[in-house]
């Protein structure tokens, strides 16, 4: 190690989703390798990187006050904080416009650069760096493995199987941020989910855009699923998030038959109305979205759902929130991700006009989120007396003697009593349901 590194520790704040959390795990990785130091929290941090989202304005404009507020604690002496950073997808998407005026972050990290990451903070370190360095541009030769050390947890661990996207959603802005589909090697895959398995890992939880668009040469995702399902020790597999196109009858009834692969499937709707569909270029109408939905349901055994809906897209009516509503109450999601439309700029919907008012956004999201609880408190009910097989995860903070736990079919469970280890199968009882988590006793 370097004189420059001894000691220097980096804190990293991760926002938006799972892939970005794989991500910071994988930095994580490739800075230790380096020699630099791990900090908990940003006031013991001399680095901090955030790892950004830029998939709504919200998000980005959190992160510029993030920023400032780094800026003003390091001011005040209150946080070392020596190097602030802002890598993911803001930093792909603003570059240079991040550090310009000077009163942004010292470096810039895009998606496909973070292997760049110990270099950029070595040359600063050195004081060698001045303006702020400033990495970003898409390739297509980096797919970074997040070491399973890195992790936070030991039996449950996310792994990214392919990076960007090929879909042009109007919408949004990943195929700009995250580039092209880019496959991770199956044997890649399977050597890292082997490097889990070995530390401990039970459940993996595949990762990408859109995973179920998964295609290196002849192997497509369901055949990727087959081949993991044969990796000894591995009990469990996750994926998010398909695309309902690519959710085949041949698909389908793979994940049916396969052992191993969880009946939890996430498929973003966005929308109930087909003209809406159109002009997010969903590529799928409602009638195929619940055909899809109805053959899983028929296939797949105990399986759930979870998704995802834009209310307020340009030229929403009130009669598409309606079929939208309509569609929410058919497929009866465990969880639904519900958001206000909000423009990117860059975006093909960027161009047409934002034209429904935010007091109905804010309207339309509080009646679809008020449909989607009662839906949930309904499907939360009848659960009550179930027997279900969890997987533990881990000790629960509180109460004392409780334990997280997860169904097969991504329910959340707090098991109450027991002599329990992070990845034991457990049989239970469902006592009753707080929120979106099931309460349950272990039975023999
Ligand atoms: S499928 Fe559509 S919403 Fe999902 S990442 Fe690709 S472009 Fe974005």
Redesign the pocket.
């Known amino acids: 190690m370097t004189d420059e590194r001894a000691g220097v520790r980096v804190h990293i704040e991760t926002y938006g989703c799972q892939m970005n959390a794989y991500d910071t795990s994988a930095i994580h990785g490739l800075l230790a390798a380096r020699g630099y130091g791990r900090a908990e929290s940003p006031l013991e941090a001399d680095v901090v990187l955030l790892n950004t989202c830029s998939v709504r304005d919200l998000a980005e404009h959190k992160i510029l006050s993030r920023i400032g507020e780094l800026r003003s604690l390091r001011r005040r002496g209150l946080a070392a904080a020596d190097i602030i950073g802002v890598c993911g997808c803001m930093a792909e998407r603003l570059g240079d416009g991040l550090v310009a005026g000077g009163r942004g972050p010292d470096l810039v990290a895009g998606v496909d650069q973070y292997d760049q990451l110990p270099d950029l903070l070595d040359a600063i370190l050195r004081g060698e760096s001045a303006p702020a360095p400033v990495a970003v541009g898409h390739r297509d030769d980096v797919h970074y493995v997040a070491p399973p050390e890195a992790y936070p947890t030991n039996n449950s661990h996310l792994v990214t199987i392919h990076k960007g ?1 090929d ?3 109007t919408y ?1 802005i ?2 700009e941020t995250r580039g092209p589909q880019r496959e991770k090697a199956p044997l890649l895959i399977e050597a890292e989910i082997h490097g889990i398995v070995a530390r401990g890992g039970r459940e993996v939880t595949l990762l990408g ?2 995973v179920t668009a998964y295609r290196s040469g002849d192997l497509d995702f369901a055949g990727l699923l087959r081949r993991l399902e044969t990796i000894d020790g591995l009990e469990r597999i996750r994926f998010l ?1 398909g ?1 309902p196109c690519d959710m085949t009858d041949d698909l389908i009834r793979t994940i049916a038959e396969l052992g191993k692969t969880c009946p939890w499937l996430h498929v973003p709707a966005q929308s109930g109305s087909d003209a809406v569909l159109r002009r997010m270029k969903r590529l799928y109408t409602r009638e195929r979205y619940l055909a899809m939905i109805a053959a899983a349901r028929r296939w797949i055994p105990d399986v759930t759902f979870s998704g995802d809906i834009i209310v307020g897209f340009p030229g929403e009516t009130d009669a598409d929130f309606r079929r939208t509503l309509e569609l929410v109450e058919e497929v009866r999601y465990d969880l639904l991700f519900s958001f206000k439309y909000s423009e990117r700029p860059g975006t093909p919907a960027a161009k047409l006009p934002d034209d429904v008012p935010p007091e109905v956004k804010k309207e339309r999201l509080a009646e679809l989120m008020a449909v989607q609880d009662a839906i949930w408190d309904d499907l939360a009910a009848a659960q009550t007396g179930a027997v279900w097989e969890v997987a533990v995860e881990a000790a629960a903070r509180r109460p004392a003697g409780s334990w997280r736990a997860r169904t097969p079919n991504n329910r959340k469970v707090l098991l109450h009593g027991g002599d329990h280890r992070p990845g034991d199968l457990v049989r239970v009882r469902v006592t009753g349901c707080e929120a979106s988590t099931f309460e349950a006793e272990p039975i023999n």
Do not use: D, K, L, S
């Open positions: 996207c879909y042009r959603c949004c990943v195929p855009q859109n998030t695309h």
